[in-house]
């Protein structure tokens, strides 16, 4: 891969796998270091990387950058001291988008990561595969379950209220 086909890959995929690796983390700033990570071990296996599978060895990358970014987050425990005084109260108005979001956020990281990839990105089940390391059937079934999964959630009342 040439410096103009690796800059028109940054153009052309730096969005998609921006949102990709967001709606994972539900952290910016943790996601511009994953898709940063992401091209830069691009950049460093672009001689080896043509430029036509350089979107599922970015996404692959960038999945997997972002599965050792939350173990290492899961590791490291936070504690975080306010005053009574400075805590904000929770008047929570339940929207579709956050019931959407508390139901992905129960499912586990490959069954949000094939809903994402394929109900809001729009990839092939090919494509999927070929990002995740598994299968076009495997990405079937999996999808298949995560799907009956949120519906599950879904239709219980006390979660959408």
């Known amino acids: 891969m040439t410096e103009k086909e690796y800059n028109k890959c940054v153009d052309l995929y730096s969005d998609n796998l921006f949102r990709f690796i967001v709606k994972n983390l539900e952290h910016a700033e943790d996601a511009r270091d994953v898709v940063q990570n992401s091209f ?6 672009c ?6 599978k ?7 990358v960038g999945y997997h950058n972002m599965i050792d970014h939350v173990r290492k987050v899961k590791r490291i425990t936070l504690v ?8 904000i109260s929770e008047n929570r108005v ?3 988008k956050e019931v959407l979001e508390k139901a992905l956020s129960k499912l586990s990281e490959v069954q949000r990561s094939l809903i ?7 990839y092939s089940y090919d494509e999927i595969g070929e990002m995740m390391e598994l299968n076009p059937s495997q990405v079937k079934v999996y999808l298949h379950r995560a799907r009956i999964h ?3 959630y879904l239709v219980k009342m006390e979660n959408v209220i």
């Open 80 to 87: 975080d001291q306010f005053k009574d005084e400075e805590k």
């Open 150 to 152: 949120l519906k599950n």
């Open 116 to 122: 994402l990839l394929k109900d809001y990105e729009g």
């Open 47 to 52: 001689k080896d990387v043509p430029f036509e």
């Open 40 to 45: 830069e071990i691009l950049w460093k296996h």
């Open 54 to 60: 350089a979107k599922s060895y970015l996404f692959t």
């Open 94 to 96: 339940h929207n579709a």
